[in-house]
């Protein structure tokens, strides 16, 4: 069987229990961790009570972080207010790209970049490009982790910073099965990890700096195979500072499991062999 019993972990909540009998199909031993169920509209109260401070003007300006995230907020935003409102607020204000990725969300949105960061686009670089702006009251978009150099930097410079947690869903109510899949991955009792979707990496590194294990499961995943099932998924990953081994020709359940089963055995040695060489 293509896996040949490589042991699997998925975070996947509502087909759960499909992509656990999808692994086994093709020979491998799942273990499969929740890590994420549909938010309440009322936990979004950091997003709404930005939107209504930027409605009314007390923003100079905006620094997006992450696409995942841009996009994330458009949508919370729009359950409540008036498609495109947030969009029309951003196109008066300063906006702050880091990187290519910020960017192309916001050109979908048709909001303009005033600062796109410069590679390797670290916190670092961001507060350097920002250096001779003069706006001082400013919003972090954040998904995910937030960025205390960031905004300790930002403070340094005089600046009122406010940061903007995006939240479209929240931990499941039992974490525990969480917590087991980042032992095992830690402890190097998984060969395998599979990601469906961007919150997956979100909640699997919030739950792990919550037991300060963030930087270990950062450091075992680099030493397995990856699986991500599509580009937003990707994004996320390299967001977290992670790589995709695998990513399927159609971005659907089926075509992962199948493809990172017949390609993971070859990437597990690999990568084995490189690490072990180090």
Same mark, same amino acid.
């Given at each position: 069987m293509p896996?040949?019993?490589? &042991?699997?972990?998925?975070?996947? *909540?509502?087909?759960?229990?499909?992509?656990? @009998?999808?692994?086994r199909r093709q020979g491998g031993? +799942?273990?499969?961790? +929740?890590s994420m169920r549909e938010a309440s509209i009322q936990n979004n109260r950091e997003a709404? @009570?930005?939107a209504e401070r930027l409605f009314r003007g007390e923003f100079d300006m $905006?620094?997006? $972080?992450?696409?995942?995230?841009?996009?994330?907020? /458009?949508?919370?935003?729009?359950? &409540?207010?008036d498609p495109g409102a947030f969009a029309a607020a951003l196109r008066k204000i300063t906006i702050v790209a880091r990187g290519p990725k910020p960017s192309a969300a916001l050109r979908e949105m048709q909001v303009p970049v005033a600062v796109t960061v410069p590679e390797p686009n670290t916190w670092r670089? $961001?507060? !350097?490009?920002? !250096? +001779? &702006? *003069?706006? &001082?009251?400013? !919003?972090?978009?954040?998904?995910?982790? *937030?960025? +205390? @150099?960031?905004?300790?930097?930002l403070r340094e410079r005089g600046a009122e910073v406010t940061a903007v947690r995006v939240y479209q869903w929240d931990l499941p109510e039992d974490t525990q099965p969480l917590r087991e899949a980042i032992r095992r991955i830690? @402890?190097?009792?998984?060969?395998?990890?599979?990601?469906?979707?961007?919150?997956?990496?979100?909640h699997l590194f919030r739950v792990a700096a919550e037991a300060c294990l /963030?930087?270990?499961?950062?450091?075992? $995943? *680099?030493?397995?195979?990856i699986a991500s099932i599509g580009p937003t998924t990707t994004e996320a990953l390299e967001e977290f500072g992670l790589k995709p081994d695998i990513t399927p020709s159609h971005p659907k359940m089926g075509f992962l499991i199948k493809e990172t089963a017949e390609q993971a055995a070859a990437i597990l040695e690999r990568k084995r062999r490189v690490h072990a060489e180090k």
């Open positions: 896996f040949d019993g490589l &042991r699997v972990v998925s975070f996947e *909540s509502r087909r759960a229990n499909e992509i656990a @009998e999808l692994i031993d +799942p273990f499969v961790a +929740p709404f @009570e930005f $905006l620094i997006c $972080l992450t696409g995942v995230g841009i996009r994330a907020l /458009d949508k919370v935003l729009a359950s &409540r207010f670089e $961001l507060v !350097a490009a920002i !250096a +001779p &702006r *003069s706006e &001082r009251r400013i !919003a972090v978009q954040e998904y995910g982790k *937030s960025n +205390p @150099e960031l905004l300790a930097a830690v @402890e190097a009792q998984a060969d395998v990890a599979i990601f469906t979707t961007s919150i997956q990496l979100t /963030d930087q270990a499961v950062h450091a075992a $995943l *680099s030493r397995m195979v």
